[in-house]
């Protein structure tokens, strides 16, 4: 073992740590910025603090200065002493936006998130789901007796796709086949990019009652109500038969192994000759790379204090197919929607 006494950090990496710890707060900041629609009240054109805070119903010098960090975080600017404009990082938290962030803001800044993450050292030590210990129930189903908070939930996971959205119809020939089930498809953002790069396919998307809430609108929307059709179940008892190629984005990293095998298992049991299974997930390399952000090993964490899955590497995925009666048979990276990947499995 290295004498970690003999080495000698720097300004830099005291920097870097107060920056870590610091964290947290940031994340504060940004909730209060959607809670008080920020970017919403400052608009096109830089606007007084004083102002903003008059509109928001706040009080001027406090304003100031959450305008102040929210400027220092990158998301602001100031121009001159107290006047502000949105920077384009900002403008990620405007609503009305097709690229707004809000909805992933609000949620994953959301205490019934953050208070499992106080319990991360407990759940290090005994592999234990923090979240139940708190709550006295599984994150899932705490969200569904939540109608408002399972919305939020469902509006974030629809934003945090929509890049992947864009990207997968590139990276995957879908004109091959005729029909596609996304499994855990939510409010169908994902299968609908898809739809409408491929006007020839059809799709199912299956989620429980509460996950497709929002999907109808979503569909009518794209104009796919015609061609899409939704189907409420649990992925852990079946999922629909009748389609060639079966979808699921960040839905095995909710479940550890044993729960992410059955799910497999039933696109497996559905799966007709020639048919594909599509995973969407972030792969972990073999060792952390020097120049990795950290952000997937975070959600690894996240995954651990909450729900009990975990991020995986492409090793962790081969055997989770073969557990399943599948084969992977390639995994490509998507540069437009980092840090997600597509694998591609068929039957073994």
């Not at 609908?192 to 929002?214: I, K, N």
Request: net charge negative; proline share 6%; glycine share 10%.
């Amino acid at each position: 073992m290295a004498n970690i006494r003999a080495l000698a950090p720097d300004m830099t990496d005291r920097e870097l740590l107060v920056r870590l710890v610091f964290g947290g707060m940031a994340a504060q900041t940004v909730r209060a910025a959607v809670r008080l629609r920020i970017v919403e009240l400052i608009g096109d054109t830089p606007r007084p603090a004083a102002d903003v805070a008059a509109d928001a119903g706040a009080e001027p010098q406090p304003m100031t200065r959450l305008l102040r960090a929210l400027a220092g975080l990158g998301l602001l600017r100031e121009h001159g002493f107290g006047t502000f404009a949105v920077a384009p990082a900002g403008l990620l938290l405007a609503p009305g936006r097709p690229d707004s962030l809000t909805s992933f803001v609000r949620m994953f800044t959301e205490p019934a998130i953050i208070r499992a993450w106080e319990h991360l050292d407990d759940s290090v030590r005994t592999g234990d789901v923090a979240f139940d210990t708190v709550f006295g129930t599984d994150f899932f189903s705490h969200l569904a007796r939540q109608p408002e908070l399972s919305g939020e939930f469902n509006a974030a996971m629809s934003q945090a796709t929509a890049e992947t959205a864009a990207a997968l119809p590139h990276a995957f020939d879908f004109g091959r086949f005729g029909s596609v089930t996304d499994v855990g498809g939510g409010d169908g953002t994902l299968l609908a990019g898809v739809l409408v790069a491929f006007p020839g396919l059809t799709g199912v998307v299956h989620d429980t009652s509460e996950g497709l809430a929002q999907a109808p609108e979503n569909l009518r929307r794209h104009g796919l109500t015609e061609r899409c059709s939704l189907i409420a179940g649990d992925f852990f008892r079946s999922v629909p038969e009748g389609s060639d190629l079966y979808l699921m984005k960040s839905i095995l990293h909710d479940w550890p192994d044993d729960r992410a095998v059955r799910i497999l298992r039933h696109c497996r049991a559905a799966l007709p000759p020639g048919g594909r299974v599509l995973i969407l997930e972030p792969v972990l390399p073999e060792i952390v790379r020097a120049d990795d952000d950290g952000s997937t090993y975070l959600s690894d964490l996240n995954m651990l204090v909450n729900v009990g899955g975990r991020e995986r590497t492409r090793k962790d995925f081969e055997a989770l197919c073969e557990a399943a009666g599948l084969s992977l048979t390639s995994v490509t990276p998507l540069p437009e929607a980092e840090p997600f990947s597509l694998l591609e499995a068929v039957a073994r």
